[in-house]
């Protein structure tokens, strides 16, 4: 298959078989700028696809529990907001009663329900990204990644064939969402893994600023989906975008190269990928002195590569504060006069994607600022340090009027998600391929894991603590999220330093190769 002498025999994989027949077809091998387009189309849709499925159970909670679109959401996570109102989605026949909801979630304990659904989700979503990043350098990719869709999508149509089934068991929904989560864990390791491998660290902030975006495409269409869904009966609401999953995860298994070495594809001297065997990506965290290892890093050894803790925790209150945003920005907007009227739920739902537009231009813009500037650390710190004041202003000035409420959370968004995005994507990609690993690629999806997997336990906690504060004040939830910033950015004041430290070394260098001018 023109594969390239490995490290490892795991490595020796062979070509996926839609590459195989599109080359059959041309009679000529595709180039290695095609298999880039191919590995960043391919895992921008299907991370699309899990985002998609995550935000279904959001969309349909309010149907599972009719007082929860209306009374306190003390503990809900998202509130449906721009979809069609929980009357009209709720009129149809079949087993759900117009207005009656669905056993168990429609008694007064529903919301509370509800949100354990959240938290089992979340929590095994967190833990399994951990096991999923083991695997995932251990494993090929492209068979992890197909397998995780497919059993997302499995479970995912399993929680809406309770409506058909007519189950009432919370345990059944419980047990269904916590392997859910763990499923969809294995997406973020292996996308990122996969990117990682197949693009240079001088252009990766900014390539994966703009692929990052399938963040926000997933929400959205995973809403307009499962709202579309809602007057054919909710159970449509999780087994379409079920199935959708488990086809993408068969054109993953057909389509998509996890490395160039896999598909013996030629690597162009300018990209530099970081995988070929005994490169180093340098880095100014710290100076390598293991010793080169062929096998794939183990969980503890992945701990200790230089940065990866540091940022783990740095994302941890990251995620806590996009998390809440994400989980509670609708539902605070239509709690809020502004400019002394109270939105409409939907207006309130349309209003908050500013927020996450505003993430995309963050994510692009910390990934480009970071790439220019060669500081992943700085960049990040200085984003989140500057969410701080914007946090601090949204919740001040917001309610004076629509745009500078508008504006303010664009604003805000930007702050807000430009770091989480960087570090999920370019820093992990980065710290994945360390010069303490001496050319070493079999850490990507392990140190992705840790990292993502770290801020998923700050992503479960934000929303959480959220739902108890807010009962007493909104402005206490403000002032949480504010110091959560605060605490990321000092999170990285060592590798600031050292990245500091490395630029004026580098300009000192710069100046004593300038030749002396001869008087």
């Not at 065997?277 to 096998?295: C, I």
């Amino acid at each position: 298959m023109g594969s390239l002498s490995e490290t490892s025999t795991t490595d020796s994989y062979c070509k996926p078989p839609g590459i195989r027949f599109v080359e059959y077809i041309k009679r000529s091998p595709i180039s290695f700028r095609t298999h880039q387009s191919i590995v960043l189309i391919v895992t921008f849709l299907a991370y699309t696809c899990y985002h998609a499925n995550r935000k279904t159970t959001s969309v349909v909670k309010s149907t599972l529990d009719p007082a929860s679109s209306e009374v306190g959401l003390k503990f809900q996570s998202w509130r449906r907001g721009y979809l069609p109102s929980p009357l009209e989605a709720r009129n149809f026949s079949g087993l759900l009663g117009s207005d009656s909801g669905w056993a168990p979630f429609n008694g007064s304990d529903g919301t509370e329900l509800l949100a354990d659904l959240d938290v089992a989700f979340l929590s095994m979503y967190a833990l399994g990204m951990y096991c999923s990043g083991l695997l995932g350098d251990r494993t090929n990719l492209r068979i992890l990644l197909t397998v995780g869709m497919i059993g997302t999508g499995l479970f995912t149509s399993l929680f809406g064939v309770a409506y058909w089934a007519n189950i009432h068991k919370f345990y059944y929904f419980l047990i269904v969402q916590m392997v859910a989560g763990l499923f969809q864990s294995t997406g973020w390791p292996s996308v990122v893994a996969v990117v990682g491998n197949w693009f240079g660290k001088s252009k990766r902030g900014l390539i994966m600023g703009i692929w990052n975006a399938h963040t926000s495409v997933g929400n959205i269409v995973g809403s307009l989906i499962a709202s579309a869904m809602l007057s054919y009966g909710w159970g449509w609401s999780f087994v379409v975008p079920g199935l959708i999953i488990a086809f993408m995860g068969v054109v993953v298994f057909l389509f998509l190269p996890v490395s160039p070495e896999s598909v013996g594809a030629d690597k162009d001297d300018d990209l530099n990928p970081p995988n070929k065997v005994g490169e180093e990506v340098t880095d100014p965290l710290l100076s390598a002195d293991s010793e080169h290892k062929e096998q794939a890093v183990g969980f503890i050894q992945a701990w200790k590569i230089p940065g990866v803790a540091p940022f783990a925790f740095c994302l941890f209150f990251a995620k806590l504060v996009a998390y809440t945003f994400l989980y509670w920005l609708p539902y605070y907007l239509s709690h809020t006069a502004i400019d002394g009227e109270y939105l409409s739920s939907e207006t309130a739902g349309d209003l908050s994607t500013l927020f996450d537009v505003g993430g995309v231009i963050g994510g692009i813009l910390a990934g480009h600022i970071s790439d220019r500037l060669n500081a992943r650390a700085i960049t990040a710190a200085c984003f989140m340090y500057c969410a701080i004041p914007a946090l601090f202003l949204y919740r001040c000035y917001g309610y004076v009027s629509l745009p500078v409420n508008i504006t303010l959370m664009f604003i805000t968004g930007i702050f807000v998600n430009g770091p989480y995005a960087l570090i999920t994507t370019a820093v992990s990609a980065d710290l994945g391929t360390h010069a303490s690993l001496k050319g070493n690629s079999r850490a990507l999806a392990t140190v992705t894991a840790i990292i993502d997997g770290t801020g998923s336990i700050g992503a479960a906690l934000g929303p959480l603590l959220t739902g108890y504060i807010s009962t007493e004040s909104w402005g206490a939830v403000f002032w949480m999220l504010m110091g959560a910033a605060l605490i990321a950015g000092l999170l990285l004041t060592r590798l600031i330093v050292a990245e500091v430290a490395a630029k004026i070394e580098e300009s000192r260098a710069r100046r004593s190769s300038v030749p002396a001018v001869e008087v």
